[in-house]
């Protein structure tokens, strides 16, 4: 139980294009879907939560007209690099939660898309 | 603010020696920890979680300790594989941030 997919898993595109990657938890309800966002060698950096139906919370630092984030179900998160530029290819990783206790949410990680911006 | 560590940044090991893998965090109101396996190029698995009420953790060779008044955890992995190549993070998270916060990462490269 408890998988989370993500969609697609690389994809390269020219400078100024803009590219959609979904996340699914596919066997639960996410309370909670987070983005994060990895370069090589570095730790994973919170980009944004999200909760399903209204805006997402972007941490500081995160644009949020050039990350947009849309949360249209339970199930189905969205992050949309708005013309994107070489130095927005990175590794892109959703994780969905599931609240289990209080405040506490267990997150399960999505497989990662690594984008490629030429 | 809170700030997660991991020591050493790389290892490199002949199969079958016993490791320890640090993380360090610089705010001690957490409330849970957890340790979690990177393959290259691919998503995160769990493997431990602390709850911050609790000392130790174990999963068949994996043991994670945590002593949240000094800020600090171990990964210990006994009798270490080729298999057990890959990347270690550690992740604290803390009612006052609300979110997950993780360490870089510990590269682990086991060797026949």
């Known amino acids: 139980g408890a998988v989370v997919s993500q969609h697609p898993s690389w994809v390269i595109c020219k400078s100024g294009t803009s590219v959609k990657i979904e996340c699914r938890s596919l066997?639960?309800?996410?309370?909670?879907m987070f983005w994060y966002r990895q370069f090589p060698k570095q730790s994973l950096m919170l980009m944004a939560t999200?909760?399903?139906?209204?805006?997402?919370?972007?941490e500081q630092g995160v644009e949020k007209d050039k990350f947009l984030i849309n949360h249209a179900s339970l199930t189905l998160s969205t992050l949309t690099v708005t013309s994107a530029h070489p130095e927005d290819s990175s590794f892109y990783i959703c994780?969905?939660?599931?609240?289990?206790?209080?405040?506490?949410?267990?997150?399960?990680f999505g497989p990662g898309t690594r984008l490629l911006v030429l | 603010k809170q700030e997660v560590t991991q020591i050493p940044a790389a290892l490199s090991v002949p199969e079958g020696e016993n490791l320890v893998l640090n993380c360090s965090f610089t705010d001690s109101a957490i409330y849970n920890l957890q340790w979690f396996r990177q393959d290259p190029g691919k998503g995160l698995t769990s493997l431990l979680l602390i709850q911050s009420s609790q000392r130790e953790q174990t999963s068949g060779r994996l043991n994670a300790s945590l002593d949240k008044s000094s800020g600090r955890s171990t990964l210990y992995i006994a009798a270490s594989q080729p298999g057990d190549s890959a990347t270690y993070l550690c992740?604290?998270?803390?009612?006052?941030?609300?979110?997950?916060?993780f360490g870089a990462g510990t590269r682990l490269a086991v060797h026949p």
């Open positions: 992740a604290v998270f803390s009612g006052g941030y609300n979110k997950l916060i």
């Open positions: 066997d639960f309800q996410a309370t909670t």
């Open positions: 999200s909760n399903e139906g209204s805006k997402a919370t972007y």
């Open positions: 994780s969905a939660g599931q609240r289990t206790s209080g405040v506490q949410e267990t997150q399960y």
